[in-house]
């Protein structure tokens, strides 16, 4: 048998109203209380009758979330997490997969009549999309944005301390040569990695003895590693824009039959499922993905039901050590006599 609202309201040790005025959105509710009622939801695996709902307040019930790719475990654990929160409220998740705001899935959710409001992860084309959404009226949220006019709308991450987190470590250690490989630099988020990177460097009076470009790709990793072996001037430390640059870069190692960290300490970013499975375990910095998708959610549910939205705030993402960074070859030697 479904659980019912009654179910809800004794498992939360609240009244049936007050359950009712949390399915409802209800400003008139004690946080506490609306916690407590999510949890009991959680639990019981109850979901509202969001049709009745919807009808009822002349709503769709449902929240769109427009994304480029769900190759990536960051943005995967992302969306499970918004679909979680939004779920609590009695809402829908419909994704949309579109890597340009050019392709035909990007505009089919983009409608009044189809979403109560919409949810951006990671778009390179805010300048074209947000003005459209603001024509139409739906209210909307972004995760990383790039254009820096839309951050009072955007869940802020703290990259920029990310990659002053990942230049400190490697500083610390003992490390002079260090180099970074970076995503695009069309994303707002790659450059504040780099120059948080800089920035750590700067405060220990060292520089990058080089900077490079890419895509986030293993390709990218592999490519570059492959060609500074062949030109000799592997740096004794690297801090890769991503996790799957790193990949590329330890691939590349070990086909030459070198090792990490003995030959290169190697930091990367986002903590995807993989940086656990590799040989080492490669360090890197998380990004707080059940914050993100929590802000996001709360921000774009303040909009739409007329609530004041919460005020911004940046999250702080986190160097996790693992086993691909140590101390320089020579402190290795040293303490090895």
Same mark, same amino acid.
């Given at each position: ?56 307040? $002349? ?30 409220? $009695? ?59 839309? =951050? ?10 990310? $990659? ?59 490519? &570059? ?6 030109? $000799? ?22 086909? &030459? ?5 003995? =030959? ?28 993100? &998708? ?31 960074? &140590? ?11």
């Amino acid at each position: 048998m479904k659980p019912s609202i009654f179910d809800v309201a004794k498992r939360s040790g609240l009244s049936v109203v007050t359950v009712s005025r949390v399915l409802n959105g209800s400003g008139n509710v004690r946080e506490k209380n609306r916690l407590k009622v999510q949890q009991a939801m959680k639990e019981l695996g109850y979901r509202p009758n969001s049709a009745a709902q919807s009808l009822a307040k $002349g709503k769709t019930g449902v929240v769109g979330l427009l994304l480029s790719t769900l190759q990536d475990s960051v943005f995967d654990a992302i969306v499970k997490s918004v679909h979680d929160e939004l779920a609590g409220h $009695g809402y829908f998740l419909a994704l949309s997969v579109s890597p340009s705001c050019r392709e035909p899935g990007s505009s089919f959710l983009m409608e009044r009549d189809r979403v109560d409001g919409m949810i951006i992860l990671s778009p390179t084309w805010e300048d074209e999309l947000i003005p459209d959404l603001e024509r139409k009226g739906i209210p909307y949220s972004i995760i990383d944005n790039q254009n820096p006019a839309y =951050d009072l709308s955007a869940v802020q991450v703290g990259h920029y301390s990310g $990659g002053y987190a990942a230049g400190k470590h490697l500083v610390e250690l003992g490390h002079s040569s260090i180099a970074h490989l970076s995503g695009p630099s069309n994303y707002k988020s790659t450059i504040d990695r780099q120059n948080g990177f800089l920035k750590a460097l700067a405060e220990h009076g060292l520089e990058p003895v080089f900077i490079e470009e890419g895509t986030y790709s293993m390709d990218t990793g592999y490519e &570059a590693a492959k060609r500074w072996l062949a030109e $000799g001037r592997l740096p004794e430390a690297l801090f890769c824009g991503d996790d799957y640059i790193a990949v590329g870069v330890l691939n590349a190692l070990q086909e &030459a039959g070198l090792a990490i960290p003995r =030959d290169l300490s190697l930091v990367g970013y986002d903590d995807q499922n993989l940086a656990t499975l590799l040989h080492p375990k490669l360090t890197t910095v998380a990004q707080p993905v059940l914050e993100i &998708a929590r802000s996001a959610v709360d921000g774009l549910l303040a909009q739409m039901e007329g609530r004041e939205a919460p005020p911004p705030v940046v999250l702080r993402p986190e160097l996790v050590v693992r086993e691909s960074t &140590a101390p320089p070859l020579s402190d290795w030697k040293e303490n090895s006599v």
